[in-house]
Each structure stands twice: as structure tokens, then as C-alpha cells.
């Protein structure tokens, strides 16, 4: 079995292939390099360039190194047929990111219901004369949470919310039924499911229906000074309308992960301004083994004629 690994951000390639090798018994697992246009049956890739994936190369399945896909989706559309329409796939389930976007989660939940960024922005702004003077926490019980997207992320997100005893919704296209959280589905449910939320947590997947989707008319239905929280894709953000929620006192702070232009410019406003908090595309990163583990399972599957989970539908677009 021939695998070709491609990841133009991980320094530590032979770490993975030594790893793809061992879990796959002594399979043929390469490093693509430019110019290498030899047969192989599966590929293993983040952000692949079109000569990668093209035809004629053989390949009976391409793993991404992700739980999102809309980067490669999208570059298929600049450059179509780069990905065979028959060859199936496959983006990782889980692999130990849901526990670390609940840990994202959680912690800014609890930052922002006890008010925490609010002490860290008086100390940042004085100089040692920070008002020595306690802040009401918003009440638990009506600090309520919703969490947009129900899938290996946010429902684990959403129960892991919920086991705190933090009233909490969550939002996916197809029903869904999660012990103590309670759950919206489909555009005809959005306006009921946003209104009177506290928090705001976005983990969908970035297709054309969900892109732009934390947008004024979205905000203009949370409880008012609430607060959002962006884990899933830039491209799910209207900035401009952003900065005028928090300009105008509609929104009281943002904490986002992910951004249209990664890195995020020196000179974005979002840098300058104190109420919102940056991290650099971090809140769950992709694991070595879990993920290593996962493909090799599904491989092997595939060898035997099995079915796998986890297969994009290209036209929903996640
Ligand atoms: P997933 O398992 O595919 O779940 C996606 C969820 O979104 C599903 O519940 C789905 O509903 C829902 N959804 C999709 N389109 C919708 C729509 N139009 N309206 C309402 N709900 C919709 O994806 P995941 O593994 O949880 O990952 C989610 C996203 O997180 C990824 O696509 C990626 O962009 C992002 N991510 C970010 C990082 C980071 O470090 N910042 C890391 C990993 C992933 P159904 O259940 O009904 O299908
Ligand atoms: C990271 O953003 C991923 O999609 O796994």
C-alpha cells in the first residue's frame, strides 16, 4: 500500500510517517515533494497543492488533517477536477479536539460570567491604581449559552457546558436530542434558539450557508452585552459588524480563534481593541497519534470493503 503525507505547517513530517508506517504494518508511506507524480493509493494531507491530488494518481481516498475541509472544498473550486469527484474524503472525527475546545469553552464561559476580563482590562489600563472594587458575577442561572453546531466539537462542547449547570442550547441543521442542553434545528429554529443568549459559541463547519453568519441581525437577537465566542472560521464573522456591536455597547467582548486572513494582520483593528481577545488559531489543535490512530483504522476498513464514517458531502460542503 502506497500513502503519500503532505502538511506544509508540520516540521515534524517524519514523526508521522514513522507513525503512519508502524500503525499500518509496513506500509509505503512518502513524503510528497514537487514533482512527484507516482501512483499511490491514499493520501494524507492539510492544504495540498493542486499536483498533489490530481489525476491520474490513483487514489482511493485523501485524508485531511482537520476537522474542517472549506480551505480544500475552496480550492477545488479555483481549480476544478484538482480533487477526483469519485475518490472519497475524509476529514478527522474528533481525535482529541473536542476535549480541547471544551477547555476553550469552559474557560472563557467562566471568564466572562465571573467578569473576569473585566479585572484584567482595569489592571491593563491603570497604573497600579486599578479601583480595589468587587463586580457582580452574572447570575449562573441565567447566563445562557448557545452553541452553534452540534457536531464532534460542539456537542461535546455543549454537554461539557452543561455538566457546570450552565442553562445551555445548541443549533445544528438536522435534529438533534443531548441530555440537558436544549436543542434548535434548522433556519426556521434560529431566532428562538439566539434569543436571549448571553454567550454566544460558534462551532460550525464553514459552507455558503453558514458563512457570515455571526453577522448585526444575528447579534441584534442576543441578550444585550453579550458576549460571542468564534472557534470555527474566519469567514463565519461579518467584522465590520463586529466592531460596531462592540463600538456601540451592543456586544460586551468577543474572544475569536480563527479569522478571514490568518495571521491576522499587524494593523487590524481587532488588535487595538480591549475587548476583544485573540488566540492564534489554537482552541483545538490536530493530534499526532489520536489522529494517526483514526486513519489507520479507517484505512484498514476501506481495504476490507467497509464503510467509514466521517466522508464529506462535497455539495453540503462539510
Ligand atoms: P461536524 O462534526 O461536521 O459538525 C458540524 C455541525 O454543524 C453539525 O452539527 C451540523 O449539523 C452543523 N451544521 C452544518 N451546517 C449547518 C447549518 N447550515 N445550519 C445549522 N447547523 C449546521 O464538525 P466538527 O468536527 O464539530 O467541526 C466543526 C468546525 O470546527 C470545523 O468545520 C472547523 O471549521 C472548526 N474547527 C476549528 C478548529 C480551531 O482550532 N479553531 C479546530 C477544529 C475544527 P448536523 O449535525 O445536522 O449535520
Ligand atoms: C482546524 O482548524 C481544523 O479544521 O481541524
Redesign the pocket.
Known amino acids: 500500500m502506497k500513502i503519500l503525507f503532505y502538511s506544509p505547517h508540520s516540521d515534524d513530517a517524519p514523526a508521522w510517517i514513522a507513525s503512519l508506517t508502524r500503525k499500518l504494518h509496513g506500509a509505503d508511506v512518502r513524503l510528497w515533494t514537487p514533482g512527484d507524480v507516482a501512483p499511490a493509493d491514499y493520501a494524507i494531507v492539510w492544504r495540498p497543492p493542486a499536483e498533489l491530488l490530481a489525476p491520474p494518481r490513483g487514489l482511493r481516498a485523501v485524508f485531511v488533517l ?5 480551505a480544500l472544498l475552496a480550492h477545488e473550486r479555483r481549480s476544478p477536477g484538482m480533487l477526483p469527484p469519485d475518490v472519497p474524503l475524509v ?4 481525535t482529541g ?2 476535549e ?2 471544551a477547555e476553550y469553552a469552559v474557560h472563557a464561559a467562566l471568564r466572562y460570567m465571573r467578569r473576569f476580563d473585566e479585572y484584567e482590562l482595569a489592571q491593563r489600563q491603570s497604573a497600579g491604581d486599578a479601583p480595589w472594587r468587587a463586580l457582580e458575577p452574572h447570575p449562573r442561572e441565567s447566563f445562557h449559552v448557545g452553541v ?8 461535546h462542547v455543549a454537554k461539557t457546558l452543561a455538566a457546570l449547570g450552565l442553562p445551555v442550547r445548541g ?6 436530542a443531548i441530555a440537558a442542553v436544549a436543542t434548535f ?3 426556521g429554529e434560529f431566532d428562538a434558539f439566539l434569543g436571549g443568549l448571553k454567550l454566544l459559541i460558534n ?5 455558503p ?2 458563512d457570515s453568519i455571526l453577522n448585526a441581525r444575528t447579534f441584534s437577537h442576543l441578550e444585550p452585552q453579550a458576549y460571542l465566542v468564534n ?3 474566519g469567514a463565519h464573522l461579518v467584522e465590520r459588524d463586529l466592531i460596531d456591536a462592540l463600538n456601540a455597547g451592543r456586544l460586551a467582548a468577543a474572544t475569536l ?2 479569522f478571514t486572513q490568518e495571521p491576522l494582520p499587524a494593523d487590524h483593528p481587532f488588535w487595538r481593541m480591549p475587548r476583544v481577545t485573540i488566540t492564534p ?5 490536530t493530534l499526532r497519534e489520536p489522529a494517526v490512530e483514526q486513519i489507520a483504522r479507517k484505512i484498514e476498513a476501506l481495504v476490507r470493503g467497509e464503510t467509514i464514517s466521517g466522508i464529506v458531502d462535497r455539495l ?3
Request: charged share 20%; no cysteine; aromatic share 4%.
Open positions: 482537520g476537522a474542517g475541509v472549506d476529514r478527522l472525527e474528533d479536539m473536542a480541547q475546545m452553534l453546531g452540534l457536531g464532534a466539537l460542539g456537542a443549533y445544528s441543521r438536522t435534529p438533534k434545528a434548522g433556519q462551532l460550525l463547519p464553514s459552507t450557508e453558514t472557534l470555527a472560521r480563534d480563527v488559531h489554537i482552541s483545538a489543535l453540503r460542503g462539510y
